[in-house]
């Protein structure tokens, strides 16, 4: 969608709520209270009221709208950034163009978004041949490191590690100049650690239908074979790793560049919203105008992860 589609579609904050409204409807609305999904729409008081129960709430509730005050232009404009580009805002850039006083509402907007993309990319899980690999990104040194000498390399407090996994099937006859593999989806997930432990539990839930599955000859993943039919683990010179995993790593370089320019230093606990919508967008590059339409209906169908009072 360009801007100045976007400008026609959505000219005011009524224009917001009434799209934000009709997906909301499409989708359904359940009720928190006795899970109900037949609701009566109460105009004079802008809720939808249970026709179980008569338990109020309102648009906003349980979507990534969630006890926001912020008006629904502001997500509205939001989303058309972070979607109408392969790159990326910074919450301070998108405080500039909203004209917004405060840094932190546009930060927690912004995040809340990201988070959407990654429950909603959090649905799919990888099938079929598999390249894996792990890589570091450079953040923030948390607080309670930041007294200690700082370490170098792999070690250093400034390294968050990441699992990166992606879709990677053989393609039959490549023409001249094509890649010899096809891409499918992509997963990065920020880890604690490298033991087998950890790699082996994140690869059963985000590749639960490999197949396949390439990798390095890391002693991490010497158990992969245990629940993978088929693991090729093999010495990668760095002259063939373009070869061998090549998608993981292109989707590697892509993202420590996007990262490195619009974010500069990333904070370790803000790491993996980054990452999710770097996923998001790169798992729908094809999707072109509809990408607007979906990132909507992922922040109406969000869930919250709280607790009603009413049980």
């Known amino acids: 969608m360009t801007l100045i589609d976007f400008i026609k579609a959505f000219p005011d904050e009524a224009s917001c709520k009434v799209k934000f409204k009709a997906y909301r409807d499409h989708i359904g609305v359940v009720c928190p209270?006795?899970?109900?999904?037949?609701?009566?729409?109460?105009?004079?008081?802008?809720?939808?009221?249970?026709?179980?129960?008569?338990?109020?709430?309102?648009?906003?509730s349980n979507t990534v709208m969630h006890k926001s005050k912020l008006p629904y232009r502001y997500r509205f404009i939001c989303m058309h950034l972070l979607t109408s580009t392969k790159k990326s805002f910074s919450?301070?850039?998108?405080?500039?163009?909203?004209?917004?006083?405060?840094?932190?509402?546009?930060?927690?907007?912004?995040?809340?978004?990201?988070?959407?993309?990654?429950?909603?990319d959090g649905e799919y899980?990888?099938?079929?041949?598999?390249?894996?690999?792990?890589?570091?990104?450079?953040?923030?040194?948390?607080?309670s490191e930041k007294e200690n000498p700082l370490k170098r390399g792999r070690g250093s407090q400034k390294k968050t590690k990441v699992l990166v996994m992606a879709e990677s099937d053989f393609v039959e006859s490549p023409k001249q100049g094509e890649k010899p593999r096809r891409v499918g989806y992509l997963k990065m997930r920020v880890i604690e650690d490298l033991k087998k432990g950890t790699i082996n539990e994140h690869v059963e839930q985000l590749a639960s239908k490999?197949?396949?599955?390439?990798?390095?000859?890391?002693?991490?993943?010497?158990d992969l074979k245990e629940f993978v039919p088929r693991h090729n683990?093999?010495?990668?010179?760095?002259?063939?790793?373009?070869?061998?995993?090549?998608?993981?790593?292109?989707?590697?370089?892509?993202?420590?560049?996007?990262?490195?320019?619009?974010?500069?230093?990333?904070?370790?606990?803000?790491?993996?919203?980054?990452?999710?919508?770097f996923c998001y967008k790169f798992n729908r590059r094809y999707a072109g105008e509809a990408l607007?339409?979906?990132?909507?209906?992922?922040?109406?169908?969000?869930?919250?992860?709280?607790?009603y009072k009413y049980g």
């Open 33 to 60: 209270k006795c899970g109900c999904r037949d609701h009566y729409w109460k105009r004079d008081k802008e809720s939808y009221e249970c026709k179980g129960c008569s338990y109020r709430q309102s648009l906003r």
């Open 91 to 120: 919450s301070k850039e998108l405080q500039r163009q909203l004209g917004h006083k405060r840094y932190h509402p546009i930060r927690h907007m912004s995040h809340k978004l990201r988070e959407a993309m990654g429950k909603r």
């Open 125 to 143: 899980v990888l099938a079929g041949r598999i390249e894996l690999d792990e890589v570091y990104f450079s953040t923030e040194a948390p607080q």
């Open 210 to 222: 490999a197949t396949e599955i390439d990798t390095d000859d890391s002693t991490s993943y010497v």
């Open 233 to 277: 683990a093999q010495v990668i010179p760095k002259e063939k790793v373009g070869e061998i995993l090549p998608w993981v790593h292109i989707a590697i370089s892509n993202a420590k560049r996007q990262l490195l320019n619009t974010h500069h230093d990333i904070k370790p606990e803000f790491l993996q919203k980054y990452l999710d919508e």
């Open 292 to 307: 607007f339409n979906r990132l909507l209906v992922a922040c109406v169908s969000y869930k919250n992860d709280f607790r």
